[in-house]
């Protein structure tokens, strides 16, 4: 199979005649309406201290050489001669996570079935109305999903994502008999540049719980069956 098929219905690639904006907090997240974006959100406890502060110390390194202040983190985006370096910054420490993350660190609560079930049904709870989204896997620490927000002048990505973390989490808390945070707050995201992306993007979700060694009981996958039906599938299928 190749990505060589017709887009599904409403994708939207970054589009040079749009502007992008944005906000920074420990990492930049680009926006632009209409776009669609690969999305990453993990458990609180999926990385172990040593590597939060690997990655504080990467950003402070980068930070440092860029010259970003601390109120332009809160203020704005920085500015458009910084904006490449950061996109860098960005990747490489999304990269460290992923291979991080499929190490199988912290509690891995979702391997268990059921709280799994309660991730799957609250992001496709919001499908069609909040958001369209295109497919996910949920591992046992984190989660991956392609999503495309149809409203986001008034429901931006985090919002819709901040939402549905805040749905789970006070569930599976309950499940689970406990107490506290259960989903890191920030979550990243990336803008799917085009069709090409997007097929390496489903078939990076479609891999991932192989590469990670799962067996089929310890995740869930999905691609939205409209996609299904244009070729848009797993390639191990």
Known sequence: MTWNLPPPPGFQGLREDLPVTGYYRHLPHWRQKGATYFVTFRQADSLPQSKLRELADLRRRWEGELGIADCEKVARLPSAHRSEALEILSRRIIQKVE???????????????????????????????????????????HVHAIVRPL?????????????????????????????????QEESFDRIVRDEEHLWRCIQYIGRNPRLAGLTAEEYSRWVQPRWRDLGWRFEDE
């Not at 991080?100 to 919001?126: H, I, N, P």
């Not at 789970?168 to 107490?179: K, P, V, W």
């Open 151 to 183: 409203e986001p002048d008034c429901d931006a990505l985090e919002t819709s994502l901040q939402s549905r973390k805040r749905h789970t989490a006070r569930r599976i808390n309950r499940l689970l008999a406990q107490i506290g945070t259960f989903w």
């Open 99 to 141: 291979n991080w993350l499929d190490q199988g660190m912290g509690s891995c609560v979702l391997r268990r079935e059921a709280l799994r079930t309660e991730v799957t049904d609250a992001l496709r709870f919001l499908d069609g109305s909040r958001y369209e989204l295109g497919a996910y896997v949920v591992m046992p620490n």
